[in-house]
């Protein structure tokens, strides 16, 4: 098997091929010029933004997620780690008031908490898939089923209010108008890009998804960069957890994260990253994540409920898998 | 490889394998007894009934996952195909039991068979495709019971297949045990079974040997679907309702099921005794829980359960993953 990670691919420019390498940016486009033309007030800041803030949490964790696939492997667990480090937050932040009666130090403890939970569960999940060489599957399974039981039994199930100005700006806040989670998206997409294209560890992620086996013989540190991408994982789920009780001005264990992994899978391969790994693409999965949002907004907008919508998401992710397949075979 | 050595490796990891895999039947026999022992009423005929009326709807799932990952695939649409299975059948039920039966099973073999198609024809990997359908499924189901539940009619006897019993013996378990039955024979005493095996094992090898690995997979796939939709039928009976937005998360605990069964999930391997035994097992962490808390010594909610399960999940997976390596050194 030739490794696609380490050979350049020729660049042949035809229009089949531009098509199957740039097809979801095509649809991204398809779909703002449908909406700029059928919407009504699509281009208005206001839903540019309700759009922006609903994408963000999918596209945080759909840029982790990249990372983990490109290995060869999957997280399930990312939803279950997002209603632990939800759940934690406010608990957190009112321990902390009670014991230091300082709201700033008890928002920052209860954004730096959850999130060092969340990484180091999704560590746990890397440290169970490299110590005893479980699937990626069933490894990360277990936080699913125990992740959200672990965030309920905390919360005892309620939902708990946490309306903390400070702590609401992860998800309420807005900079030069754009809202901050749009921004940090944004940077999670950029250093995702970067790592992948250009660090070290980015070349070494492209060879274990393309060739476990021979990147161990030619000396990449599997299990401490397999460690690392489910790590990240944990630390994107952990972030997008508070920007959704942020959001929402409380913490519902039993929602928070709620279809989250297939959210993020879907973006995932709609981008055009590989499922068995060794290709990805993190601006792709941006697109991804930017077309499912988009396609819901358009049918909800145009009057088509839900549901049916879930129908058109179904057929969109199966279309583009197999349109990117035909590139290959 | 040292030939002579190597009888004696594979016996070796056969025992391995086969404690690997009746584990499971041990560790429930363990259970079944610390609660008869510890609870009065844990085998009175109403709990072990309506435990198994109940449980009969996750062991028709599971029993149709075995035979996709026997194959190396997965159906992630399971729960979402029960959830329209139960709609439709419900909407089919007041033209009679037969009907509603029917109704339910084919919408699920009509889903299994997109998935065949998806992932045969087409090319997708199953997690991709089967997690496409699980949407679509579950979009449909939404829509045809335009967001809200659908009554199942009383009149016709449809509920009998839910609610009804036979000798005492809840009829969704009979149904159940039934399908086990004929899966255990098609796996373990068919044409079909050791090829759904083959594939798993090695699917270019069995195509290259002349067997049918691609009707296979249809097969494995159009069974899962039209086990989730019975699995459908049996949730409109039991509950009286067509429930569109029920088996969230069905997909999951079968996957357990079959692995805490002690097949593993790359293929090649399926046990359908032990994959029963592990939709018990789940089953009895979430009864025994109750009894107690009944006793008072305890109280756990019941959102315990799905950790106690996750745990569970993850003992066994790691028990599994130190026994196959330890039947094969070469590969540690």
Avoid: H
């Avoid at chain 1, 390498?21 to 449908?34: D, I, S, Y």
């Amino acid at each position: 098997m030739t490794d696609r990670a380490l050979v350049p691919r020729p660049r042949r420019l035809s229009a089949g091929l531009a098509l199957r390498r740039n097809g979801a940016v095509l649809a991204l486009a398809v779909l703002l010029a449908f909406n700029a033309a059928v919407t009504p007030y699509f281009l208005s800041p206001g839903t540019l933004n309700i759009n922006l803030t609903q994408v963000a949490p999918i596209g945080i964790v759909a840029v982790a997620m990249t990372l983990v696939i490109a290995t060869g492997g999957i997280d399930l667990s990312v939803g279950s780690l997002m209603a632990i480090a939800g759940a934690l937050a406010p608990i957190v932040y009112a321990a902390a008031l009670a014991r230091f009666g300082s709201a700033g130090l008890g928002v920052a403890l209860s954004i730096a908490l959850p999130v060092l939970a969340a990484i180091a569960l999704g560590w746990l999940n890397g440290a169970v898939i490299t110590r005893y060489r479980i699937q990626p599957i069933v490894a990360t399974l277990v936080l699913y089923i125990a992740g959200r039981g672990i965030a309920q039994v905390m919360t005892n199930g309620n939902v708990q209010s946490f309306a903390q100005p400070a702590f609401g700006f992860l998800g309420l806040g807005r900079i030069l108008g754009v809202p901050f989670q749009a921004l940090l998206m944004v940077a999670a997409v950029a250093a995702g890009a970067f790592a992948l294209k250009r660090s070290l560890v980015g070349r070494q992620i492209l060879a274990i998804g393309g060739n476990e086996r021979a990147a161990r013989l030619s000396g990449v540190p599997v299990v401490r960069v397999k460690r690392l991408v489910y790590a990240l994982s944990g630390l994107a789920s952990g972030v997008a957890g508070l920007i959704t009780v942020a959001i929402n001005s409380s913490s519902d264990a039993n929602l928070v994260g709620s279809g989250m992994e297939l959210d993020a899978i879907a973006a995932v391969a709609v981008g055009g990253t590989l499922l068995a790994g060794g290709r990805a693409t993190v601006v792709g999965t941006l697109v991804g994540a930017l077309i499912i949002q988009l396609v819901r907004t358009t049918l909800i907008a145009n009057g088509v409920p839900d549901a049916a919508a879930l129908v058109v998401k179904a057929a969109l992710i199966l279309g583009a898998v197999w349109i990117q397949r035909q590139g290959r075979s | 490889m040292n030939l002579l050595n190597a009888p004696t490796l594979a016996q070796r990891e056969r025992g391995l394998l086969l404690l690997g895999r009746y584990g499971v039947v041990l560790g429930l026999g363990a259970l079944i007894l610390f609660g008869a022992l510890r609870y009065e009423r844990f085998l009175s005929p109403f709990n072990v009934l309506s435990f198994l009326g109940y449980n009969s709807m996750f062991a028709l799932v599971s029993l149709g996952m075995l035979f996709v990952i026997a194959t190396g695939g997965i159906d992630l649409s399971v729960g979402a195909v029960a959830a329209l299975g139960s709609v439709v059948s419900a909407l089919a039920s007041p033209s009679g039991e037969a009907w509603g039966l029917a109704a339910g099973v084919g919408t699920g073999l009509a889903v299994g068979l997109v998935n065949g198609f998806a992932v045969v024809r087409l090319g997708i990997a199953p997690f991709i495709a089967t997690l496409a359908t699980m949407l679509g499924a579950r979009g449909v189901a939404l829509l045809a019971a335009g967001n809200g539940t659908v009554s199942a009619s009383y009149d016709s006897g449809f509920t009998d297949l839910g609610q009804g019993d036979v000798a005492g013996f809840p009829v969704p378990a009979l149904v159940a045990l039934a399908c086990f039955a004929i899966g255990w024979v098609a796996l373990e005493r068919t044409a079909f079974g050791r090829t759904v095996l083959a594939v798993g094992g090695n699917e270019e090898a069995t195509r290259l040997m002349g067997l049918p690995a691609d009707g296979t997979k249809w097969a494995v796939y159009a069974v899962s679907g039209a086990l989730a939709g019975l699995a459908g039928v049996v949730l409109a009976a039991q509950f009286g309702a067509g429930q569109p937005i029920e088996g969230q998360g069905w997909e999951l605990f079968a996957i357990s099921a079959v692995v805490v069964g002690g097949t593993p999930l790359n293929g090649g391997n399926g046990s359908v005794v032990t994959t029963l035994a592990g939709v018990i097992l789940l089953g009895l962490i979430f009864n025994i829980l109750n009894f107690e808390n009944g006793l008072g010594t305890v109280s756990l909610s019941a959102y315990w359960q799905s950790v106690i399960r996750g745990a569970f999940l993850l003992l066994v997976v790691v028990a599994q993953a130190k026994l196959v390596a330890r039947g094969s050194p070469e590969r540690a």
